[in-house]
C-alpha cells in the first residue's frame, strides 16, 4: 500500500474458488468497467493499445493520472474565462488534451491574469512616470461586474466602444508594489483582457 495505490484487501477465499473469480478493469476509453479474467495489468494495456491505439491510451492515462489536478485548475480557469468562455468541465478537458491550438490560446491568456498587460503611464507633480508592462500585481480582485452584485456604471459606453455583454465585463483592482511605493490600480476586463488600467492611489511603503 502506496500514496494513490488502486490496490484493494479482501478475504482468500481457497484455490479452487480463487480460479473462478473474473477480475474487472475500467475500460480508458468507454470509461466502463469490463471482465478481464486473470489477464496481468501488462496483458491488459497491451490489449488496449492493439486495439485503440498506442497514442489514445497514452492520453487516457494520462488524463486519469490528472483528474484532480484537472478539476482545480478548471476551477482557476473559470474564474478568469467564465463559464460562457470555458464551459463545462468536460468541455474544458477536452480543449486541453485535443485541442492544443486554443488549449495554448487560453493557457497565454491565463498567465496574463494577475500582471499588467500594457505599460501604465502617469504624471505625478508634473513628472511623467510609467508602470511597465508585466508587472505582477500583489492582490486583485473584483470590485463590480460580472460575480458581484455591484453595477459597471460604465457599462454602456464599455460594450459600445469594445463590445461584448454586461455579463462579460468586470471591473478590477490590484496592488503594485515597488521599493518605495504601493500602487493601486483600476481597470475594466473582459475575457481577461484589460481596458484602460487608471492609477488611483500612490503610498509610500512601510520600512
Known amino acids: ?7 484493494k484487501t479482501r478475504a482468500y477465499m ?8 473474473k477480475r474487472r478493469a475500467r475500460n480508458p476509453v468507454t470509461g466502463k468497467n469490463e471482465i478481464i479474467g486473470n ?3 501488462k496483458e491488459w494495456l497491451n490489449k488496449n493499445k492493439i486495439t ?3 497514442d489514445t491510451i497514452d492520453k487516457a492515462y494520462k488524463m486519469a493520472k490528472n483528474k484532480v489536478y484537472d478539476s482545480k485548475q478548471y476551477e482557476r480557469y473559470l474564474e478568469i474565462f467564465g463559464k460562457k468562455e470555458i464551459g463545462t468541465l468536460e468541455n474544458f478537458v477536452n480543449i486541453k488534451y485535443n485541442n492544443i491550438e486554443l488549449w495554448n490560446y487560453f493557457k497565454t ?12 503611464a502617469f504624471i505625478i507633480n508634473g513628472e511623467k512616470l510609467f508602470i511597465p508592462k508585466d508587472v505582477k ?3 486583485v480582485k473584483t470590485i463590480a461586474g460580472s460575480s458581484t452584485d455591484k453595477p459597471i456604471f460604465d457599462i454602456e459606453r464599455l460594450i459600445t466602444n469594445y463590445g461584448g455583454t454586461a455579463d462579460e465585463w ?16 483600476h481597470w475594466y476586463e473582459k475575457d481577461a483582457i484589460q481596458y484602460e488600467p487608471k492609477l488611483k492611489t500612490r503610498k509610500e511603503r512601510k520600512k
Open 14 to 21: 481457497g484455490e479452487e474458488i480463487e480460479k473462478t473469480l
Open 39 to 41: 489477464m496481468s495489468y
Open 1 to 7: 500500500m502506496h500514496p494513490n495505490c488502486r490496490s
Open 170 to 185: 468586470r471591473k478590477r483592482a490590484g496592488k503594485v508594489t515597488s521599493d518605495k511605493y504601493i500602487f493601486d490600480i
Open 109 to 120: 491568456r491565463a498567465r496574463t491574469k494577475n500582471c499588467l498587460q500594457e505599460q501604465l
Open 52 to 54: 485503440y491505439g498506442k
Open 137 to 139: 500585481f500583489d492582490t
